[in-house]
Structures are given as structure tokens and as C-alpha cells.
């Protein structure tokens, strides 16, 4: 089925289950793109190696992606987890990694990137650690989800100075042309 037939499910769907994401934004201007993102390492909705979580080395799993809208300038990769209980709140969003301006002609990262090795022009937003890199999963307790989200972008965002997740998505807004997600999971 063409994506022009589904934008008008989809649009509802971002504007339901996204609020204001850049998703959402990408999907009223009506820019879907078809985008893939997977790993070597775990495929959709099943369980992320011990390798990549704080229970074990730590490190950043292989990622690739396909199907770059042609005018994309720059890309974003926001690593989350929903499921994160806080005090007096029901769940919070806990982030775990954060790159923006990565080059729309990279289409993959390498598993265990370290901070020299990322694509020229690469910059890194703060993590909730409030450090820069990838920190895997590590739940306090229970199963949680961890999003993958790649963004394709109509600009190279300026240098935000190490953002966290919410000033990032704030410099995206307007500028999202595509996005691809894929969901890993870990339960300590």
C-alpha cells in the first residue's frame, strides 16, 4: 500500500500517540518516509545482549539504516527508555544516548563506538547521566523497552553545546522528513 493512502491513519496516529514529537511534526507536513533502522546485535521488539547493558561491557550495538529521504541534510539518533518509574510520577523517559548532525551519507555505526571514532561532524547531546556517549540499559527492576529512533533532517542543526534530549527536539522541530525506530527490550 502507497504511503500517500496511510498518511491520513498515520497523521491521526502521530497526532494521538506522538503529541507534539518531531514525528508527529513530520507526519502533519506529510513527509513520512519509509525508513529502516536494525542491528546486528537484536532485531524489533526482542531482547538487547547483555554485552550492550551496564550488566555487561557497556558498549554501543552495531546499527544500520537504509532509505535516507534524498534531501536530507543531517541525521539524529535518540536512544530512550519510557518504562523508567519515578517518584510521584507514573513513568518518566529516561535517555540513553544522543547524536545529531550525522551525515545523511553514513548509513550505519559501528558496534562499540567510541567518541573519536563517530562520523565527521557528529555531535553528542548529554545523556540522563548527564554525560555524553552511550550508556546502556539498566533497569532498577522489571522489563523494559529501549527506542532506537533515527531522524532525517532538512538542515544541519547548529552546535547546541552537548543538548539534552528536550533542547534537541526543540532545534528539530519543522525539520523532520523521515524517522525509522527500532524497539529492544531487557529485563534484569
Known amino acids: 500500500m502507497q504511503i500517500k493512502k496511510l ?3 498515520l497523521r491521526l496516529f502521530g497526532l494521538i500517540f506522538c503529541c ?3 514525528l508527529s511534526l513530520a507526519l502533519e507536513e506529510g513527509a513520512a ?3 529502516t533502522l536494525n542491528s ?3 532485531a524489533q521488539q526482542t531482547d538487547i545482549p547483555k554485552e550492550f547493558t551496564c550488566d555487561g561491557s557497556n558498549v554501543s550495538p552495531a546499527l544500520a539504516w537504509t532509505d535516507v529521504p534524498q534531501n536530507a541534510k543531517s541525521l539524529v539518533l535518540i ?3 519510557p518504562d523508567v518509574p519515578a517518584s510521584f510520577l507514573p513513568l518518566r523517559t529516561w535517555v540513553h544516548w544522543l547524536l545529531y548532525n550525522i551525515p ?3 548509513s550505519e555505526l559501528p558496534q562499540q563506538l567510541a567518541p573519536q571514532k563517530l562520523p565527521q561532524g557528529t555531535l553528542q547531546g548529554k545523556n540522563d547521566w548527564k554525560d555524553t556517549g552511550y550508556n546502556g540499559p539498566c533497569p532498577p527492576f522489571g522489563k523494559h523497552r ?3 529512533k533515527l531522524y532525517a533532517l532538512d538542515t544541519v542543526l547548529q552546535d547546541l553545546n552537548q543538548p539534552d534530549k528536550a533542547a534537541l ?3 528539530m522541530e519543522g525539520h523532520v522528513i523521515g524517522q525509522a525506530e527500532l524497539i529492544g527490550t531487557y529485563k534484569r
Do not use: I, R
Open 104 to 106: 545523511p551519507t553514513v
Open 20 to 22: 507534539n514529537s518531531p
Open 169 to 171: 527536539e526543540k532545534a
Open 33 to 35: 518516509m519509509p525508513m
Open 7 to 9: 498518511q491520513p491513519c
Open 146 to 148: 529501549y527506542f532506537f
Open 79 to 81: 536512544v530512550d527508555d
Open 40 to 42: 546486528s546485535a537484536f
